[in-house]
């Protein structure tokens, strides 16, 4: 992806996450709310399909950029966006079909998670290939990661105020990660024309 479509996309995935979080307070409910009320299904379906496929594009090319991506990584990264899709897709109507509102969750949660998991996967292929330097990007997820859990305690419920968190937090972990991929492949490319 190039560098101007990255940032258009991740500002239009902050315009639309925004705009789904409007009009409420942010611990008082979340997007499976929000996103399946009249006209904000559009919104939240379009939202889904961005972030989904943003996470899924960028863990991809930022492996394969890298030069550590493998079939376990490819699937994993693939199962993270259906699980995450299917989960969205399903309506959160908790009166109508309570059973399908659970199964929204259930998947929404594991798609997120899963992603969690691409990404510290990804993390571990990366050490592999070019040693001990992405110790601050571990340190990174695994306090990001914290924090999420500590709103979700704090909070009770997964708000959007986490919703959002774990959003713009994690389109920005990995558009910082895939830069510092790009400069050291450069890095690499350039010490190998002087040998």
């Known amino acids: 992806m190039k560098r101007r479509y990255e940032v258009l996309i991740i500002l239009f995935i902050i315009v639309l996450t925004i705009s789904l979080a409007r009009g409420r307070g942010l611990t008082e409910t979340n997007f499976s709310v929000l ?40 699937w994993l990264t693939g199962l993270a966006l259906a699980v995450f899709l299917c989960g969205i897709g399903l309506p959160y109507r908790t009166r109508l079909v309570p059973l399908m509102a659970r199964i929204h ?3 929404s949660v594991g798609g997120t998670i899963l992603y969690l998991f691409c990404i510290r996967r990804l993390l571990i292929l ?70």
């Open 35 to 74: 996103g399946n009320r009249g006209s904000r299904r559009i919104c939240f379906l379009l939202w889904a399909a961005l972030v989904g496929s943003y996470l899924y594009l960028y863990i991809e090319e930022t492996a394969e950029l890298a030069k550590c991506a493998d079939r376990t990584q490819e």
């Open 105 to 107: 969750v259930y998947l």
């Open 126 to 195: 990366l050490e592999r290939q070019y040693g001990t330097g992405f110790r601050i990007e571990k340190w990174i997820a695994i306090s990001m990661t914290a924090v999420g859990v500590f709103l979700y305690i704090y909070v009770g419920i997964i708000s959007s105020l986490l919703e959002i968190y774990v959003t713009l937090g994690s389109c920005i972990y990995l558009y910082r990660l895939r830069r510092k991929i790009e400069k050291w492949v450069c890095k690499s490319k350039t010490s190998m024309l002087y040998y």
